[in-house]
């Protein structure tokens, strides 16, 4: 990837947009070119609104030199054979500069959004990856299909339906992780971890590091071979003016992870469980106009790293550079002034 050798926190992943201003699919070619012009290593795309796989084959023909990537594209909804092609696909169509990250999702939204049957997340990411493998390396190698797994067993590919090898066949697969099993699962089969925003530094020592390398053992790998992946939240803007707006839209955020008890572990560790039950209580409620009250300064802070732009890569070099490999980030690039200012950040980083 571009410059990946000299960056301490690796590759920089942008959303080049306002953090709260929803992506328009129509505007992502260019949006990917702009990325690859201020010198970015990957731009990545999560999946919410759209498609997160059509919007990288959009970018693929706009850019030849940056990564292109799924941040977080759902898993369990798809089969393993479904997500093989789609990044089968990419792949191809962008020379091997695609990396698939994948997320489970919670039980909730499995079961009443996607209409799947719920099944413990770690157990069934290990099996998805290890089938969607065994795809890839029957395309590549010509060799039958056969996988075996409580969750899946394939054994059928005829040549319709086979693509056949590729130039670039080995695509990195990170897997969306918070919780311990998951964690170790990432350690055991993925190429790297992505963490939830609200992965503070104390997290990633005191949780994430333990329980990835405890995965990687139980393969016999090296844990330093996992790319531990982060956006971490930050509030920043030009000016402290500015940055006043961005800090309340950030402490609202933080407030919203707060209140969901997925994340709630982060919080514990940290301390603050029972403001988090609290949060819930009042997300139960519908009281949202009462949550942010709850995120206290030294919360924002910790959880949050803010600052304007000509603080804001001391503070995240400050927290990440000793313990995250790809650090992904959101800064509106609306003109050549934002894009001299991102490249400035980008330098400092670096």
Known sequence: MLIESLLPLGKLDPGLRE???????????????????????????EETKDDPFQLLALGAT?????GLGTSVAMAFPRSPTSTAMSAWSLQKLS???????????VRAHIERRYGFRWSAPAPWARDYIGAMRAVWDCWQTGEPLHFESE????????????????????????????????????????????????????FIDEEVVPNLARGA??????????????KPLIATAPDAEKLERVVRTVRARVAFYLSTPSYRVAFRTLGWEDIAEQASVLSRAQRWEELPGLVHDEMLHTVATVGTYDEIAGKLN????????RLEFSVPVNGPADAEAFRAILAELR
Do not use: W
Request: overall charge neutral; glycine content about 8%; aromatic content about 4%.
């Open 151 to 202: 969750h899946y067993n394939l054994n059928l590919m005829v040549p319709l339906f086979n693509p056949g090898p590729i130039e670039h066949p080995r695509i990195p697969v990170h897997l969306a992780a918070i919780g311990p099993n998951m964690c170790a699962v990432a350690g055991e089969v993925a190429d790297g971890i992505r963490l939830h925003p609200v992965c503070t530094a104390k």
């Open 62 to 66: 706009t850019t030849s030199r940056i």
């Open 95 to 105: 020379n091997g500069r695609f990396v698939l990250g994948l997320g489970t999702q």
């Open 217 to 230: 053992t139980r393969a016999g790998r090296n844990p330093r071979d996992v790319e531990i992946c982060l």
């Open 318 to 325: 400050e927290r990440f550079a000793d313990r995250v490999d």
């Open 19 to 45: 953090p709260e201003t929803p992506l328009d699919i129509r505007d992502f070619a260019r949006l990917a070119a702009v990325a690859e012009e201020v010198g970015l290593g990957a731009v990545l795309v």
